[in-house]
Protein backbone atom coordinates (compact mmCIF):
# COMPACT_ATOMS: atom_id res chain seq x y z
CA UNK A 1 0.00 0.00 0.00
CA UNK A 2 1.53 3.19 -1.01
CA UNK A 3 1.45 6.44 1.14
CA UNK A 4 -1.11 7.91 -0.79
CA UNK A 5 -3.24 4.64 -0.78
CA UNK A 6 -2.89 4.93 3.09
CA UNK A 7 -4.47 7.92 2.94
CA UNK A 8 -7.35 7.17 1.13
CA UNK A 9 -8.00 4.20 3.33
CA UNK A 10 -8.08 6.29 6.15
CA UNK A 11 -10.71 8.64 4.26
CA UNK A 12 -12.88 5.44 3.93
CA UNK A 13 -12.82 4.82 7.18
CA UNK A 14 -13.87 7.48 8.76
CA UNK A 15 -15.77 6.38 11.67
CA UNK A 16 -12.88 4.83 13.38
CA UNK A 17 -9.60 6.48 12.47
CA UNK A 18 -7.86 10.46 13.63
CA UNK A 19 -4.79 12.03 12.43
CA UNK A 20 -3.02 15.11 13.10
CA UNK A 21 0.39 15.91 11.15
CA UNK A 22 2.29 19.79 11.91
CA UNK A 23 5.17 21.34 10.08
CA UNK A 24 7.03 23.89 11.82
CA UNK A 25 4.46 24.76 13.85
CA UNK A 26 1.62 24.91 10.55
CA UNK A 27 -0.90 22.61 11.09
CA UNK A 28 -0.82 20.23 7.78
CA UNK A 29 -3.43 17.32 8.44
CA UNK A 30 -6.41 17.76 11.24
CA UNK A 31 -8.79 14.88 10.73
CA UNK A 32 -11.11 13.73 13.30
CA UNK A 33 -8.46 15.51 15.75
CA UNK A 34 -10.72 15.08 18.90
CA UNK A 35 -12.35 11.67 18.16
CA UNK A 36 -11.08 9.13 21.22
CA UNK A 37 -9.71 5.76 20.11
CA UNK A 38 -7.67 3.13 21.48
CA UNK A 39 -3.46 4.20 21.97
CA UNK A 40 -2.69 0.46 21.93
CA UNK A 41 1.72 0.54 23.32
CA UNK A 42 1.65 4.07 21.76
CA UNK A 43 0.53 4.29 25.21
CA UNK A 44 3.45 3.59 26.44
CA UNK A 45 5.44 6.92 25.95
CA UNK A 46 3.48 8.19 28.93
CA UNK A 47 5.09 5.22 31.04
CA UNK A 48 8.73 6.10 29.31
CA UNK A 49 7.99 9.46 30.65
CA UNK A 50 6.77 8.69 34.12
CA UNK A 51 10.11 6.47 34.34
CA UNK A 52 12.50 9.59 33.43
CA UNK A 53 11.20 12.06 35.24
CA UNK A 54 11.30 9.99 38.38
CA UNK A 55 14.92 8.54 37.09
CA UNK A 56 16.04 12.76 36.91
CA UNK A 57 14.55 13.03 40.26
CA UNK A 58 16.45 10.30 41.95
CA UNK A 59 13.39 8.19 43.12
CA UNK A 60 14.16 5.22 41.34
CA UNK A 61 17.89 3.87 39.86
CA UNK A 62 18.17 3.26 36.14
CA UNK A 63 21.27 0.79 37.37
CA UNK A 64 19.24 -0.80 39.89
CA UNK A 65 19.44 -4.90 39.23
CA UNK A 66 15.98 -6.73 38.15
CA UNK A 67 15.64 -10.59 37.62
CA UNK A 68 14.28 -12.03 34.24
CA UNK A 69 12.24 -14.34 36.78
CA UNK A 70 10.75 -11.04 38.31
CA UNK A 71 9.64 -9.52 34.53
CA UNK A 72 8.47 -13.40 34.07
CA UNK A 73 5.77 -13.07 36.25
CA UNK A 74 4.44 -10.86 33.25
CA UNK A 75 5.21 -12.34 30.59
CA UNK A 76 2.79 -14.32 28.67
CA UNK A 77 3.46 -15.78 25.41
CA UNK A 78 1.66 -14.50 22.49
CA UNK A 79 0.47 -11.62 23.81
CA UNK A 80 2.79 -9.08 22.24
CA UNK A 81 3.91 -10.34 19.20
CA UNK A 82 6.93 -11.84 20.28
CA UNK A 83 8.22 -8.36 21.60
CA UNK A 84 9.55 -9.79 24.81
CA UNK A 85 11.14 -12.67 23.44
CA UNK A 86 13.03 -10.33 20.71
CA UNK A 87 14.05 -8.17 23.60
CA UNK A 88 15.91 -11.06 25.59
CA UNK A 89 17.67 -12.22 22.68
CA UNK A 90 18.54 -8.57 21.98
CA UNK A 91 20.00 -8.40 25.29
CA UNK A 92 21.50 -12.57 25.26
CA UNK A 93 18.62 -13.47 28.23
CA UNK A 94 21.41 -11.39 30.95
CA UNK A 95 20.23 -11.71 34.14
CA UNK A 96 19.86 -9.30 35.66
CA UNK A 97 18.84 -6.59 33.77
CA UNK A 98 18.94 -3.17 34.67
CA UNK A 99 16.02 -1.23 35.28
CA UNK A 100 17.00 1.21 32.25
CA UNK A 101 17.38 -2.06 30.25
CA UNK A 102 13.73 -2.82 31.73
CA UNK A 103 12.72 0.17 30.14
CA UNK A 104 14.35 -0.38 26.95
CA UNK A 105 12.62 -3.08 26.81
CA UNK A 106 8.98 -1.77 26.91
CA UNK A 107 9.87 0.91 24.29
CA UNK A 108 12.60 -0.42 21.48
CA UNK A 109 10.76 -3.96 21.31
CA UNK A 110 7.24 -2.99 23.12
CA UNK A 111 7.22 -6.03 25.81
CA UNK A 112 4.19 -5.91 27.87
CA UNK A 113 5.40 -7.82 30.87
CA UNK A 114 8.57 -5.20 31.31
CA UNK A 115 5.63 -2.58 30.70
CA UNK A 116 3.79 -3.75 33.32
CA UNK A 117 6.31 -4.58 35.81
CA UNK A 118 7.28 -0.79 35.27
CA UNK A 119 3.57 0.09 35.83
CA UNK A 120 4.20 -1.88 39.18
CA UNK A 121 7.34 -0.20 40.30
CA UNK A 122 6.54 3.42 39.04
CA UNK A 123 2.85 3.69 40.55
CA UNK A 124 0.00 3.45 38.26
CA UNK A 125 -1.32 6.38 39.96
CA UNK A 126 1.91 8.16 39.20
CA UNK A 127 1.88 7.40 35.51
CA UNK A 128 -1.73 8.65 35.61
CA UNK A 129 -0.62 11.71 36.96
CA UNK A 130 1.90 12.08 33.90
CA UNK A 131 -0.68 13.17 30.86
CA UNK A 132 -2.16 16.33 32.88
CA UNK A 133 1.15 17.40 34.34
CA UNK A 134 2.08 17.57 30.16
CA UNK A 135 -1.16 19.13 29.52
CA UNK A 136 -3.76 16.38 28.02
CA UNK A 137 -6.88 16.27 29.22
CA UNK A 138 -8.27 13.79 27.18
CA UNK A 139 -6.69 10.88 28.33
CA UNK A 140 -7.85 7.81 29.36
CA UNK A 141 -5.92 5.99 32.68
CA UNK A 142 -3.27 3.41 31.81
CA UNK A 143 -3.55 0.03 33.63
CA UNK A 144 -1.60 -3.07 33.27
CA UNK A 145 -1.68 -4.41 29.86
CA UNK A 146 -1.36 -8.45 30.27
CA UNK A 147 -3.28 -9.15 33.27
CA UNK A 148 -6.63 -7.18 31.35
CA UNK A 149 -6.07 -9.76 28.91
CA UNK A 150 -6.10 -12.62 31.64
CA UNK A 151 -9.60 -11.44 33.66
CA UNK A 152 -11.46 -14.08 31.25
CA UNK A 153 -9.33 -16.31 31.74
CA UNK A 154 -9.18 -16.08 35.81
CA UNK A 155 -13.13 -15.45 35.79
CA UNK A 156 -13.15 -18.60 34.30
CA UNK A 157 -10.90 -20.02 37.38
CA UNK A 158 -11.93 -18.11 40.58
CA UNK A 159 -16.08 -18.63 39.66
CA UNK A 160 -15.78 -22.34 37.78
CA UNK A 161 -17.35 -21.14 34.94
CA UNK A 162 -16.63 -21.80 30.77
CA UNK A 163 -14.96 -18.81 28.87
CA UNK A 164 -18.33 -18.27 27.13
CA UNK A 165 -19.52 -17.23 30.31
CA UNK A 166 -16.69 -15.73 32.02
CA UNK A 167 -16.62 -13.44 28.36
CA UNK A 168 -20.59 -12.66 29.08
CA UNK A 169 -19.63 -11.79 32.70
CA UNK A 170 -16.43 -9.43 31.28
CA UNK A 171 -18.66 -7.94 28.68
CA UNK A 172 -20.97 -6.71 31.02
CA UNK A 173 -18.20 -5.44 33.62
CA UNK A 174 -17.88 -1.83 34.45
CA UNK A 175 -14.48 -0.36 33.16
CA UNK A 176 -13.88 1.05 36.36
CA UNK A 177 -14.36 -2.79 37.75
CA UNK A 178 -12.47 -4.07 34.69
CA UNK A 179 -9.21 -1.60 35.62
CA UNK A 180 -9.34 -2.64 39.37
CA UNK A 181 -9.26 -6.42 38.58
CA UNK A 182 -6.56 -5.99 35.83
CA UNK A 183 -4.39 -4.17 39.13
CA UNK A 184 -5.72 -7.32 41.35
CA UNK A 185 -4.57 -9.66 39.17
CA UNK A 186 -1.07 -7.87 38.92
CA UNK A 187 -0.52 -7.79 42.30
CA UNK A 188 -1.47 -11.34 42.84
CA UNK A 189 1.27 -12.58 39.66
CA UNK A 190 3.94 -10.73 41.97
CA UNK A 191 2.81 -12.43 44.79
CA UNK A 192 2.56 -15.76 43.43
CA UNK A 193 2.97 -16.05 39.16
CA UNK A 194 1.52 -18.14 37.73
CA UNK A 195 2.57 -21.85 36.91
CA UNK A 196 3.75 -22.83 33.24
CA UNK A 197 0.55 -25.02 33.29
CA UNK A 198 -2.08 -22.17 34.01
CA UNK A 199 0.19 -20.18 31.89
CA UNK A 200 -0.49 -22.26 28.59
CA UNK A 201 -4.15 -22.60 29.64
CA UNK A 202 -3.91 -18.86 29.61
CA UNK A 203 -2.71 -18.65 25.97
CA UNK A 204 -5.26 -21.04 24.82
CA UNK A 205 -8.33 -18.77 25.88
CA UNK A 206 -7.07 -15.82 24.23
CA UNK A 207 -9.56 -16.32 21.46
CA UNK A 208 -10.87 -13.50 18.95
CA UNK A 209 -13.82 -12.24 21.17
CA UNK A 210 -11.36 -12.09 24.28
CA UNK A 211 -8.53 -9.94 22.41
CA UNK A 212 -11.66 -7.83 21.00
CA UNK A 213 -13.26 -6.93 24.85
CA UNK A 214 -9.43 -6.19 25.25
CA UNK A 215 -8.63 -4.31 22.45
CA UNK A 216 -11.98 -1.90 22.86
CA UNK A 217 -10.68 -1.05 26.66
CA UNK A 218 -7.63 -0.32 25.73
CA UNK A 219 -6.64 3.21 27.46
CA UNK A 220 -7.87 5.54 24.89
CA UNK A 221 -7.07 9.18 23.90
CA UNK A 222 -6.93 11.17 20.92
CA UNK A 223 -4.58 12.92 17.92
CA UNK A 224 -4.95 16.57 19.45
CA UNK A 225 -3.24 15.51 22.48
CA UNK A 226 -0.71 13.24 21.23
CA UNK A 227 0.49 15.81 18.47
CA UNK A 228 0.71 18.23 21.37
CA UNK A 229 2.54 15.49 23.23
CA UNK A 230 4.80 15.24 20.14
CA UNK A 231 5.78 18.76 20.26
CA UNK A 232 6.74 19.05 23.66
CA UNK A 233 9.08 16.08 23.19
CA UNK A 234 10.49 17.80 19.69
CA UNK A 235 10.87 21.24 20.88
CA UNK A 236 13.36 19.58 24.14
CA UNK A 237 12.22 22.74 26.19
CA UNK A 238 9.13 21.20 28.53
CA UNK A 239 10.32 18.57 30.55
CA UNK A 240 14.41 19.56 31.87
CA UNK A 241 17.82 18.18 30.56
CA UNK A 242 17.82 15.74 33.39
CA UNK A 243 14.56 14.26 32.18
CA UNK A 244 15.67 14.42 28.65
CA UNK A 245 18.45 12.40 29.23
CA UNK A 246 17.02 9.36 30.30
CA UNK A 247 14.24 9.68 28.30
CA UNK A 248 15.64 10.52 24.61
CA UNK A 249 17.21 7.14 24.67
CA UNK A 250 14.20 5.23 25.05
CA UNK A 251 12.11 7.27 22.63
CA UNK A 252 14.82 8.07 19.85
CA UNK A 253 16.38 4.40 18.68
CA UNK A 254 15.73 5.90 15.50
CA UNK A 255 18.99 8.19 16.19
CA UNK A 256 21.33 4.58 16.21
CA UNK A 257 20.83 4.39 12.72
CA UNK A 258 23.88 5.98 10.79
CA UNK A 259 21.32 6.83 7.54
CA UNK A 260 19.17 8.91 10.42
CA UNK A 261 22.00 10.62 11.08
CA UNK A 262 22.73 11.87 8.00
CA UNK A 263 19.11 13.96 7.83
CA UNK A 264 17.74 13.90 10.92
CA UNK A 265 18.81 16.02 13.89
CA UNK A 266 16.42 13.65 16.42
CA UNK A 267 13.11 11.67 16.10
CA UNK A 268 11.06 9.59 17.79
CA UNK A 269 8.12 7.61 17.89
CA UNK A 270 5.99 4.30 19.00
CA UNK A 271 3.41 2.60 17.83
CA UNK A 272 0.90 0.47 18.88
CA UNK A 273 -1.36 -2.65 17.32
CA UNK A 274 -3.67 -5.21 18.52
CA UNK A 275 -5.65 -7.01 15.59
CA UNK A 276 -8.06 -4.50 15.23
CA UNK A 277 -6.04 -1.16 16.02
CA UNK A 278 -3.53 0.59 14.53
CA UNK A 279 -1.57 3.57 16.09
CA UNK A 280 1.54 6.01 16.29
CA UNK A 281 2.75 9.17 17.58
CA UNK A 282 6.07 10.68 16.24
CA UNK A 283 8.25 13.72 16.65
CA UNK A 284 11.31 14.97 14.04
CA UNK A 285 13.71 17.96 13.53
CA UNK A 286 15.86 17.33 11.17
CA UNK A 287 19.32 18.79 9.98
CA UNK A 288 17.67 21.85 8.06
CA UNK A 289 15.79 22.33 10.98
CA UNK A 290 11.97 21.42 9.84
CA UNK A 291 9.76 19.94 12.87
CA UNK A 292 7.25 17.52 12.03
CA UNK A 293 4.84 15.99 14.61
CA UNK A 294 2.53 13.02 13.93
CA UNK A 295 -0.05 10.97 15.50
CA UNK A 296 -2.73 8.31 13.97
CA UNK A 297 -4.95 6.28 15.43
CA UNK A 298 -7.03 3.89 13.78
CA UNK A 299 -9.30 0.88 15.38
CA UNK A 300 -12.01 -1.57 14.51
CA UNK A 301 -9.68 -2.92 11.52
CA UNK A 302 -10.17 -6.20 9.38
CA UNK A 303 -7.19 -8.60 10.24
CA UNK A 304 -6.20 -8.18 6.44
CA UNK A 305 -6.46 -4.41 6.43
CA UNK A 306 -4.53 -4.16 9.94
CA UNK A 307 -1.53 -6.39 8.58
CA UNK A 308 -1.52 -4.00 5.07
CA UNK A 309 -1.93 -0.71 6.78
CA UNK A 310 1.28 -2.14 9.76
CA UNK A 311 3.19 -3.13 6.32
CA UNK A 312 2.68 0.20 4.53
CA UNK A 313 3.35 2.03 8.12
CA UNK A 314 7.42 3.12 7.48
CA UNK A 315 6.61 3.79 3.90
CA UNK A 316 3.92 6.71 5.28
CA UNK A 317 5.86 7.85 8.09
CA UNK A 318 8.83 8.39 5.92
CA UNK A 319 6.74 10.51 3.54
CA UNK A 320 5.43 12.84 5.80
CA UNK A 321 8.61 13.58 7.05
CA UNK A 322 10.70 13.88 3.73
CA UNK A 323 8.10 14.61 0.73
CA UNK A 324 6.77 18.37 0.57
CA UNK A 325 4.65 16.76 -2.60
CA UNK A 326 2.80 13.87 -0.03
CA UNK A 327 2.54 16.69 2.61
CA UNK A 328 0.14 18.79 -0.38
CA UNK A 329 -1.36 15.94 -1.23
CA UNK A 330 -2.37 15.16 2.60
CA UNK A 331 -4.04 18.66 2.74
CA UNK A 332 -5.87 18.41 -0.03
CA UNK A 333 -6.89 14.98 0.54
CA UNK A 334 -8.40 15.86 4.18
CA UNK A 335 -9.09 19.64 3.04
CA UNK A 336 -11.68 18.04 0.66
CA UNK A 337 -13.43 15.46 3.57
Not at 74 to 81: H, N, Q, S
Request: include cysteine; aromatic fraction near 8%; hydrophobic fraction near 40%.
Amino acid sequence: MSPKAFVEFIKKNKEYTAVKIVRNDETVVSYQEEKMLPLASTAKMIIAVAYAKQAAAGEIDPNEKISLSTLNSFFIRKTDGGAHEAWLSEINNQDPVTLAQVAEGMMHYSSNANTDYLLHRLGLERVNEVPAEIGIADHEDIYPFVPALAIPYILMEEQNITLTGAIAKVRDMPLEEYREKAVEIMNQWLEKPLPKDKKLMLVKSLIMDVQKIWSDRLPRSNAKSYADFMKKLNDKTFFSQEVHEHLDPLLEPLMSSPENQTWLKHAGKKGGSTAMVLTFSMYATDLEGNRTEAAFFTDQLMLLDQVRLSKSLNEFQKAILKDENFRRYCQDAFRQD
